[in-house]
């Protein structure tokens, strides 16, 4: 089955840090890639999404790229700022009859001033 | 106006009670989902209709009962609440079974 590992969190950085979010899947078919964010007490929002093998997904200062021959979809962004802190999501989807996102576990990030 | 939205946001329950939490979305969106939300964050897909359809149950206890009466709505019934119920229950929606989800604020139960 489809199944996403994301890198083990905590991740607690400094404002103005590079970060690096990873995250690998498994799947059968050609999947889309999409992360997505959890800020504290709200529900899940679409930071980015990729569709097919090389796109790069944006938004936001963060970015994306599909790597099929690797298999991965890490997030990066070049400066963090405290408004950054929440939870990220690697998630995977499949179209078809039985549609659904599939998730990783999920990596807390917290950007201290 | 919110796109998908749940009620109640928080739900306080002894075990063995029956609880509801009801979800709409007015994005015109065919498909609905629940999705579980442990205290690790971790989320797992419970169900999804298509146009009021059920298209994915996945291995939840029969306690759990989705209902959907029109494909703008998507309620979750659970009966005899135990303890590891506990959680946040996240509402979802997508086009023609395609693209983006979009969620809801989540319910957290809490059963005590």
């Known amino acids: 089955g489809n199944s996403v590992t994301q890198m083990e969190g905590p991740v607690t950085l400094s404002e103005e840090a590079f970060l690096t979010i990873n995250c690998t899947y498994t799947?059968?078919?050609?999947?889309?890639l999409f992360w997505y964010v959890q800020y504290p007490g709200e529900g899940l929002q679409l930071l980015l999404k990729?569709?097919?093998?090389?796109d790069k997904g944006s938004n936001k200062g963060f970015e994306a790229t599909y790597r099929k021959e690797t298999t991965s979809f890490h997030l990066e962004k070049g400066s963090v700022q405290v408004s950054d802190s929440a939870v990220y999501f690697c998630?995977?989807?499949?179209?078809?009859?039985?549609?659904?996102?599939?998730f990783g576990k999920g990596t807390l990030l917290t950007v201290n001033p | 106006d919110t796109a998908v939205s749940q009620t109640p946001k928080y739900l306080v329950t002894q075990m063995g009670n029956d609880k509801s939490i009801k979800c709409e979305q007015n994005?015109?969106?065919?498909?609905m989902y629940w999705y579980k939300q442990d205290s690790k964050k971790f989320l797992k897909i419970m169900f999804s209709?298509?146009?009021?359809?059920?298209?994915i149950n996945e291995t939840v206890p029969n306690r759990f009962s989705p209902k959907s009466p029109d494909k703008a709505h998507l309620n979750l019934h659970i009966n005899s609440l135990e303890l590891g119920d506990s959680a946040v229950y996240f509402c979802?929606?997508?086009?023609?079974?395609?693209?983006?989800?979009?969620f809801g604020e989540g319910s957290r139960l809490t059963v005590l």
């Open positions: 979802a929606s997508s086009p023609q079974r395609k693209g983006e989800l979009f």
């Open positions: 799947a059968t078919g050609y999947p889309s």
């Open positions: 990729a569709t097919k093998a090389d």
């Open positions: 998630a995977l989807s499949e179209g078809g009859s039985n549609y659904k996102l599939t």
């Open positions: 994005l015109g969106h065919d498909t």
């Open positions: 209709y298509n146009n009021k359809e059920l298209i």
